[in-house]
């Protein structure tokens, strides 16, 4: 239902229990469905927003399908195989959860729902990617200091030795045989799964970093939360910060790129309480929301809208494109 805002429209809509977690596919021949976990269950409905189509009025949310999931999630990383517009009917995402273990769930919508523990970290595991290509291997970082990486056959093809726990991890279609890791102690380096060495590194001069992510849209676009600030890299030109800002007056716990433009990024800090949206073209702040808390972060593929859960409902937030 539509809420109104000094700076936006907001959208809401329900979900089954506490929201932990909560992220869109990341490809555009899937990018309606979103994903919602709870401490219990995996939710995947499609999205569709009044800025698609006129038909809609504000948002609509169809549940496809729903997951039991063995522990609390903590990640969830969406399959290139997935897509419901043709056929065969594909669902193929992969989770991580308090249990340490890193799950490949998949389903055809029609028989029982397929899943396979593919590896388990000996602590927290932090973030998890798949391969953008073909979706053949899935990547995972924990505080166990290991970055893994797993096939959808549940082989271990690598495992990358880390000086500091892993707090996130990703691929780029444009840069598919490269891997990005990033380090709490401040350092991103960047492997080459097949030779298993490191390609190059980027340093925030800032710990302890939380969170890391590659941009959709340009990638020479690197970007970090660490300490209270965030931090933007080119990979072009230096290895390091080419941007830097302060985000939050405490921890800045998590940062992500507009999948639509390249110019956005959203924070969140302050315990999770508080919801930042820099244009890094203007150097401005085009949105801050305050919450008592929220969990999991995830912008739309095609859309300038931000996602958030809060208690057992996720917003959605339209921001500015200045």
Request: glycine share 6%; with cysteine; aromatic share 10%.
């Amino acid at each position: 239902m539509p809420e109104g805002s000094t700076t936006t429209s907001t959208y809401t809509i329900d979900a089954p229990d506490t929201v932990h977690l909560v992220e869109f596919s990341p490809f555009e021949w899937s990018s309606q469905l979103l994903a919602i976990g709870t401490a219990t269950r995996v939710t995947i409905g499609t999205c569709r927003f009044q800025e698609e189509s006129s038909e809609v009025s504000g948002v609509e949310f169809e549940v496809v399908q729903s997951y039991q999931h063995a522990s609390l999630i903590t990640a969830l990383a969406w399959s290139p195989e997935t897509s419901i517009s043709i056929m065969p009917k594909v669902i193929k995402f992969c989770t991580a959860g308090v249990d340490r273990k890193v799950t490949l769930f998949s389903s055809d919508l029609k028989s029982d729902v397929n899943m396979q523990m593919l590896g388990e970290h000996r602590d927290y595991v932090n973030d998890i990617s798949f391969h953008p290509d073909k979706g053949e291997l899935i990547a995972s970082v924990s505080d166990d200091h290991t970055c893994c990486v797993w096939s959808v056959e549940g082989s271990q093809v690598a495992c990358f030795p880390l000086g500091a726990p892993g707090m996130a991890v990703a691929w780029h279609e444009e840069e598919p045989a490269k891997l990005m890791v990033a380090e709490k102690k401040g350092i991103i380096r960047f492997y080459n799964v097949q030779s298993q060495h490191p390609i190059m590194s980027l340093d925030c001069g800032h710990m302890p970093l939380m969170s890391a992510d590659w941009c959709h849209g340009n990638s020479l676009q690197v970007a970090a939360a660490a300490s209270t600030d965030w931090f933007v890299f080119d990979t072009s030109r230096s290895s390091q910060p080419i941007e830097n800002k302060q985000s939050h007056p405490s921890m800045c716990q998590q940062i992500r790129w507009s999948k639509s433009h390249d110019h956005l990024l959203a924070t969140k800090g302050g315990n999770c309480s508080q919801l930042k949206v820099f244009n890094i073209r203007s150097n401005q702040v085009t949105f801050s929301k305050e919450f008592t808390i929220s969990n999991g972060l995830a912008w739309h593929f095609k859309l300038p809208l931000v996602a958030v859960g809060v208690d057992k409902k996720v917003h959605f937030y339209s921001v500015a494109v200045l």
